[in-house]
């Protein structure tokens, strides 16, 4: 299985670092069955953070088409709101110029491919949902996104991770961790996401949500 960590300018470095490190040690810890890749829209190239110049490597163009996993992190910069100036680094400023990229028609693309399963971390989801492609879905975000997000059609469930089938959702930005590990113990079983778990001496926090199950009654 091979999973594509998305890299896009203004990303926020925790993001797309906490899943890339976790899935990297599940494909040692798997004897090689899993492989972890940075990638861009535009294809190999230096990406600009939205933390200071902190700055990664894309080695390789985003397929959309390639079996497996696509994680797409949010972005890193002021909250802004509604009534200061929307400046350049504010997360809703750097998300949305995406949407004149490349990238929301190959994350379309990608979603549309029943063989690939996307993935978020935090301000992702809010990308997705931006670019059109969440209405209807169950998933989480940041958590002073969540209305935001559920006035953009989706289902916004407050949850630290939420799986929706071919697309798995996470929460603030540690809780790429937790997503992670939860990729790890779904497609390579909790022997692997148990070694990881423990090699980075982090505990996941939270039941996953899923939409199975009787509907809880109010307490």
């Known amino acids: 299985m091979h999973s594509q960590v998305i890299l896009f300018d203004g990303f926020d470095p925790l993001d797309a670092l906490a899943p890339f490190e976790v899935l990297s040690a599940g494909a040692t810890a798997s004897g090689g069955l899993l492989t972890v890749e940075l990638v861009s829209a535009e294809g190999p190239r230096d990406v600009v953070s939205g933390v200071g110049a902190v700055s990664l490597r894309a080695s390789a163009a985003l397929d959309p088409h390639r079996a497996g996993l696509l994680v797409v992190p949010g972005a890193a910069g002021r909250i802004g709101n509604d009534t200061a100036e929307e400046t350049e680094d504010t997360i809703p400023v750097l998300l949305g110029r995406t949407l004149n990229t490349a990238l929301p028609g190959l994350l379309g693309a990608a979603m549309a491919d029943p063989e690939l399963t996307v993935a978020t971390v935090c301000g992702g989801s809010l990308l997705l949902a931006m670019a059109g492609l969440l209405g209807g879905r169950h998933a989480t975000t940041h958590h002073l996104g969540m209305d935001f997000l559920d006035a953009?059609?989706?289902?916004?469930?407050?949850?630290?991770?939420?799986?929706?089938?071919?697309?798995?959702?996470?929460?603030?930005?540690?809780?790429g961790l937790d997503l992670g590990l939860h990729l790890l113990e779904r497609e390579l079983g909790p022997r692997v996401a148990h070694a990881v778990e423990q090699l980075f001496a982090h505990e996941r926090r939270g039941v996953v949500w899923r939409a199975s199950g009787p509907v809880p009654?109010?307490?």
């Open 152 to 175: 953009t059609g989706a289902e916004a469930v407050h949850a630290r991770v939420v799986d929706d089938g071919d697309v798995v959702s996470a929460a603030g930005l540690t809780s």
């Open 217 to 219: 009654a109010a307490f």
